[in-house]
């Protein structure tokens, strides 16, 4: 059974860092891209940073050169470097990977900038 499990969120300063972690089980890991999302309350939940299984990654243009996504397939684990954080990053954070045609999401973790 796939499962997905997000940490590291918290309450940071604008200009702060996190690092998110998920933890993934239950599938062949260094096989699939990974995705990380993001969701405000009211609002669709946007695509944040993906990464192939080849180490490949793309961003969307309102990260682009402050988060960075990496994977270790030696432990599962997929992270996001959030630097310069700003108070429209705030959102509960989700990793998420499609297998076989299903798309699997872990519970979320709450990021929130504020000062």
């Known amino acids: 059974q796939v499962q997905l499990v997000e940490s590291g969120g918290g309450l940071v300063q604008p200009g702060g860092s996190l690092r998110l972690s998920c933890a993934a089980s239950g599938f062949t890991f260094r096989l699939f891209p990974m995705n990380w999302f993001r969701q405000v309350p009211g609002k669709q939940r946007e695509l944040v940073a993906s990464?192939?299984?080849?180490?490949?990654?793309n961003y969307a243009d309102s990260v682009k050169g402050r988060f960075t996504i990496s994977r270790d397939n030696a432990k599962n684990t997929v992270y996001l470097q959030m630097n310069s954080l700003k108070p429209e990053d705030t959102a509960i954070y989700y990793c998420?990977?499609?297998?076989?045609?299903?798309?699997?999401w872990g519970q979320g973790t709450q990021v929130t900038v504020s000062s």
């Open positions: 990464i192939t299984s080849g180490g490949s990654s």
């Open positions: 998420n990977v499609r297998r076989i045609g299903v798309l699997h």
